[in-house]
C-alpha cells in the first residue's frame, strides 16, 4: 500500500510570491490533515477534510491561505502570498474514517523556506 | 491552553540503556487516544505508539511500552534498549472525543533524544 505522498519535498520562494503544495492521502482514506511545524515551534493542526468537505479549519492562520480536496482525493494547500513566517514544514496526515487506534499516517513533509 | 506538557527539550541515553520518555496531558473527556511520533532528522513522522482511553493494559509494540497512568494524566513512552537510530524528536499526542472520526490529534511540543554510543 502507498504511504502519504507530499510534494514538492522542499520549496524556496520569495516574499510575496505564491507556492501550492500537494498531497495524495492513502486510497480509501477519508481524512485528511494538514499540520504545520515553524522552526523550534509545536506542530500546529491547520485543517480537517472529511473527504472533500472542510470538517475543522479552525487552524488556518490566515486568508492567505487556501485549502482544497476536490473530488474528495488528493488535497492541495496554497499559501499566496507568502510570508517569511511562512517558512516550516508542512506535513499531510490521512486516516480512514473509522478505527483511529492505529494513528494518522504522516507524509514526509514539505519543507518550505521564503526568502 | 497547554493540553500536552513534555517537559524535557532534550535527553541523552547511552546505547542499550532504557529511557522514559515524559508526557503529561488535560483534558476533561472521559474518551481520548494518546500517540506517540517519532520524527529523525529526515523529517517524516513514524507513528510509533497508540493507548486509548478506556484500555485496561499499557500498550506495548516491540522495544515501545507506554506507561500510561490516567489518575496522573500521564503516558510516558518508555524505550528499552536504546539503539543509535532511537536519535530523533519524540511527539506526545492526543485525540479528545467520542471516538468519532471527526477529532483532530492535537500535538506536544516534542523531547530531542539523543543516543550515545
Known amino acids: 500500500e502507498a504511504g502519504v505522498t507530499q510534494f514538492p519535498s522542499h520549496s524556496v520562494i520569495e516574499k510575496g510570491q505564491t507556492v501550492t503544495l500537494r498531497c495524495d492521502p492513502i486510497s480509501g482514506h477519508d481524512n485528511l490533515y494538514w499540520y504545520r511545524r515553524v522552526m523550534g515551534k509545536e506542530i500546529k493542526f491547520l485543517l480537517h477534510?472529511?473527504?472533500?468537505?472542510?470538517?475543522?479549519e479552525s487552524g488556518m492562520p490566515n486568508n492567505r491561505f487556501l485549502a482544497e480536496r476536490t473530488g474528495g482525493t488528493y488535497s492541495t494547500l496554497k499559501v499566496q502570498p507568502a510570508e517569511l513566517e511562512d517558512s516550516g514544514v508542512y506535513f499531510c496526515?490521512?486516516?480512514?474514517?473509522?478505527?483511529?487506534?492505529?494513528?494518522?499516517?504522516f507524509g514526509s513533509g514539505t519543507r518550505l523556506t521564503v526568502v | 491552553a497547554q493540553k500536552i506538557t513534555q517537559t524535557q527539550p532534550g535527553m541523552f541515553v547511552q546505547e542499550k540503556e532504557a529511557v522514559t520518555l515524559d508526557c503529561t496531558y488535560d483534558?476533561?473527556?472521559?474518551?481520548?487516544?494518546l500517540f506517540w511520533y517519532k520524527q529523525p532528522s529526515s523529517g517524516e513522522m513514524i507513528f510509533l505508539i497508540y493507548q486509548g482511553s478506556y484500555d485496561q493494559q499499557n500498550a506495548t509494540e516491540g522495544r515501545y511500552s507506554l506507561n500510561f497512568q490516567k489518575a496522573r494524566k500521564s503516558a510516558n513512552l518508555v524505550i528499552s534498549a536504546s539503539q543509535l537510530g532511537d536519535s530523533a524528536m519524540y511527539f506526545c499526542?492526543?485525540?479528545?472525543?467520542?471516538?468519532?472520526?471527526?477529532?483532530?490529534?492535537?500535538f506536544g511540543p516534542g523531547t530531542s533524544l539523543s543516543v550515545i554510543p
Open positions: 483534558t476533561s473527556d472521559p474518551s481520548y487516544g
Open positions: 496526515a490521512s486516516s480512514p474514517l473509522t478505527g483511529l487506534s492505529g494513528g494518522y499516517t
Open positions: 477534510f472529511v473527504k472533500e468537505s472542510k470538517q475543522d
Open positions: 499526542a492526543m485525540r479528545e472525543g467520542h471516538g468519532t472520526s471527526y477529532d483532530k490529534v492535537i
